[in-house]
């Protein structure tokens, strides 16, 4: 006999089971119990919510409002400063208006802050905030030119150069010359002064006791003012250019500058130390003086000038006072040395 027998489906769908109701479960009571049974033991074994942290909370409500909090995610509509690096904005652009013709200048305000002059300018005196211009009707442009390049370099065209085999301090640019022993008359015509070391003497509080002095003529060594009408020394301008912007240390530049030139004419020395006398105060201990100890350094060939004489007797400046001033200084200090050298006699 065989181990498996054939099946006969029957083909009377009375005798027929559906298969369909039979695999299908019913949903009994207890089979509700037990899924709701699982769903409360799932819900006990999860963890309950963490509150969100009060910083969060509170950036989370307050992006609504019209101030809102930094939360610790990037918004990128809302850029918050860090204070730890600083700002760069740039300072405003400062238009100046220069010399009668108008010339027009720009600089930075930080820049022009330098000056007491421009900061007190800029701070409302004269100056139009809408606008942002100073107006400088009676400057000369080449001069507030220097001045800018200063407040800008720490220096103006031509450099101080430092010359370190002569151990000098020279002018870029300038055509350079050999030292001169002393003043020669013959050797100048026409009243003009001769380029002698000591004709233009470094600044007083030059610590550079050894330095030689080199004779130099620059082309530019003037400039013409047009307040006066005449060719003046361009140092001199600008010292008395710094002197009105209460800039001190250019006012020191410009003198050891001018102490440099040489070979200038008689005629413009005394042109330039009346301009230095009428734009400087009386309590002026530099230029002036830098004036005063040309003119008795040099004096035979002052003596000869004619221009000197002329200019002497057309007075109407402080300067030939002080001129003799100091030459009756100079003597007597002449005099005490010899006297102290001479043996007294009984």
Wanted: hydrophobic share 30%; with cysteine.
């Amino acid at each position: 006999m065989s181990l498996f027998k054939r099946t006969f489906r029957s083909q009377d769908p009375s005798v027929r089971v559906d298969k369909s109701s039979r695999l299908k479960k019913s949903s009994s009571i207890r089979d509700q119990q037990k899924l709701s049974k699982m769903h409360r033991s799932a819900a006990e074994d999860q963890p309950a919510p963490m509150a969100p942290p009060p910083a969060v909370a509170a950036s989370a409500s307050a992006t609504r409002g019209p101030a809102p909090v930094p939360s610790k995610h990037h918004n990128h509509n809302h850029h918050s400063p860090s204070p730890a690096k600083p700002s760069v904005a740039p300072s405003p652009i400062v238009t100046l208006t220069v010399g009668r013709e108008g010339r027009l200048f720009a600089a930075h305000e930080d820049v022009l802050f330098q000056s007491p002059f421009f900061e007190a300018a800029c701070r409302g005196q004269f100056f139009e905030s809408q606008s942002k211009r100073i107006a400088l009707p009676d400057e000369e442009p080449e001069v507030f030119s220097a001045v800018l390049e200063y407040l800008y370099k720490g220096d103006y065209y031509p450099r101080l150069v430092h010359n370190r085999h002569r151990n000098s301090w020279e002018l870029e640019d300038a055509v350079k010359g050999t030292p001169q022993s002393s003043p020669n008359p013959d050797n100048y015509r026409g009243g003009r002064a001769p380029p002698a070391p000591g004709a233009y003497p470094p600044t007083p509080k030059s610590t550079n006791t050894t330095a030689t002095t080199t004779s130099t003529t620059g082309s530019d060594a003037t400039i013409f003012v047009a307040g006066c009408g005449q060719h003046i020394l361009r140092d001199t301008v600008i010292y008395c250019a710094a002197e009105r912007y209460g800039l001190e240390e250019l006012k020191r530049l410009a003198l050891r500058k001018q102490g440099l030139q040489s070979g200038v004419d008689v005629g413009t020395i005394l042109r330039s130390a009346q301009y230095a006398y009428a734009h400087t105060p009386d309590s002026d201990s530099r230029l002036r003086a830098h004036y005063l100890a040309l003119i008795i350094r040099c004096r035979k060939t002052f003596k000869r000038s004619g221009t000197m004489q002329t200019e002497m007797e057309h007075g109407g400046s402080k300067l030939f006072f002080d001129l003799f001033v100091a030459m009756c200084n100079h003597l007597d200090d002449v005099i005490d040395h010899s006297n102290a050298r001479t043996p007294k006699t009984v």
